[in-house]
């Protein structure tokens, strides 16, 4: 699969992005009709992504099983060093949500794309050219501007907003380093973390969720709608958790962000349309902005891709001064030798 992944066209590319755009608004609009306290009232975040992960996990077994993906190894200590990343990650992000501001948890959701650029230029000296950080800049601001409201913050929440930018931008970072390090699949990837997540979120989210909530999820009386709700989420996580593996593998972990926030416009747009959510003109002039910032972000990245492959095939077809120097001195060295006779002449 991984060979696979590696031979794409434009068309399956844009299929990865539509994938992942169309399921996560999906899940945000069906978990908005289950969470919120106008639809079924299910306030147990943490555990219900863990109902995400074991679906996950499910359908990773029967594609195993059923010889459509292969199972490759990856060490054990590797991925539960990624699996705690990311349930750090899940974590930090709800008690961010719970105890700052929504303008200051949008601030920090913000601050993941220069944090990732940081994080890879740490790690993998990963630069970025001038028009990349540009158009990056563009869409923070004009998502910032059409999102942040309100900005309160606490001690407590300002920890718990690091933590999970931290994790968050790492646990994407790993996603497409273990891709190449182990020349392993998204989806088998995928397969091999969303059990140990699963197992880990189901035990401890509950008691997460009470901390988070002040209820636990034995009390909560289900209803036929609230399972409904429950199985569509999950199977919309399926998709959301697949395609972000394969977006981080193909593309990168910024390109990866700068669709988080396409995917913060589509979310604004539908809650106008569906959900009479108000829409003033500060939220369009953002809007704006930002996808005035993507557009000129993938236009900066295909020069950037450009550009690195003229470097590239310049530098195979052309030689050093050192090398056309050491080139010289090894031709005068070495005796002339006469083609017929095989003589040499000095």
């Known amino acids: 699969m991984m060979d696979?992944?590696?031979?794409?066209?434009?068309?399956?590319?844009?299929?990865?992005?539509?994938?992942?755009?169309?399921?996560?608004?999906?899940?945000?609009?069906?978990?908005?009709?289950?969470?919120?306290?106008?639809?079924?009232?299910?306030?147990?975040?943490?555990?219900?992504?863990?109902?995400?992960?074991?679906?996950?996990?499910?359908?990773?077994?029967?594609?195993?099983?059923?010889?459509?993906?292969?199972?490759?190894?990856?060490?054990?200590?590797e991925l539960l060093w990624f699996s705690i990343v990311a349930n750090m990650s899940i974590t930090g992000m709800n008690l961010s949500l719970m105890l700052n501001s929504v303008g200051f948890y949008q601030i920090s959701k913000l601050s993941m794309i220069p944090v990732?650029?940081?994080?890879?230029?740490?790690?993998?000296?990963?630069?970025?050219?001038?028009?990349?950080?540009?158009?990056?800049?563009?869409?923070?601001?004009?998502?910032?501007?059409?999102?942040?409201?309100?900005?309160?913050?606490?001690?407590?929440?300002?920890?718990?907003?690091?933590?999970?930018?931290?994790?968050?931008?790492?646990?994407?970072?790993?996603?497409?380093?273990?891709?190449?390090?182990?020349?392993?699949?998204?989806?088998?990837?995928?397969?091999?973390?969303?059990?140990?997540?699963?197992?880990?979120?189901?035990?401890?989210?509950?008691?997460?969720?009470?901390?988070?909530?002040g209820k636990f999820i034995i009390y909560y009386q289900m209803s036929s709608g609230a399972i409904l709700f429950i199985l569509l989420s999950c199977s919309l996580a399926v998709f959301c958790n697949v395609s972000q593996y394969l977006c981080i593998g193909r593309f990168s972990a910024v390109s990866f962000q700068v669709l988080g926030h396409m995917k913060t416009v589509c979310v604004l747009t539908l809650g106008w349309l569906l959900f009479d959510s108000a829409m003033t003109m500060k939220n369009i002039m953002g809007m704006f902005i930002a996808v005035l910032g993507m557009i000129i972000y993938s236009w900066a990245v295909e020069l950037e891709k450009q550009s690195n492959i003229?470097?590239?095939?310049?530098?195979?077809?052309?030689?050093?001064?050192?090398?056309?120097?050491?080139?010289?001195?090894?031709?005068?060295?070495?005796?002339?030798?006469?083609?017929?006779?095989g003589e040499s002449k000095e």
């Open 4 to 77: 696979n992944e590696k031979k794409v066209s434009p068309v399956s590319d844009v299929g990865a992005w539509a994938m992942n755009v169309v399921s996560s608004v999906g899940i945000i609009m069906a978990n908005k009709q289950l969470m919120s306290s106008h639809g079924y009232a299910f306030s147990f975040a943490t555990t219900l992504t863990g109902f995400h992960f074991a679906v996950t996990a499910l359908v990773g077994l029967v594609s195993n099983a059923t010889g459509f993906s292969a199972s490759k190894h990856v060490p054990m200590w």
């Open 116 to 213: 990732v650029c940081v994080m890879e230029w740490i790690l993998h000296s990963k630069r970025y050219s001038r028009e990349v950080k540009m158009s990056v800049v563009v869409v923070v601001i004009g998502v910032g501007v059409c999102t942040v409201t309100d900005v309160k913050v606490n001690a407590k929440g300002f920890i718990c907003a690091c933590v999970a930018v931290l994790s968050t931008s790492l646990q994407q970072i790993t996603i497409g380093s273990l891709q190449k390090k182990y020349s392993i699949g998204s989806f088998e990837l995928l397969s091999k973390t969303a059990p140990i997540q699963a197992v880990s979120l189901l035990l401890f989210g509950p008691f997460i969720d009470y901390y988070l909530s």
């Open 310 to 341: 003229k470097a590239h095939s310049h530098s195979k077809n052309s030689l050093t001064e050192e090398e056309i120097r050491l080139l010289k001195d090894g031709l005068q060295n070495i005796p002339v030798k006469d083609v017929e006779l």
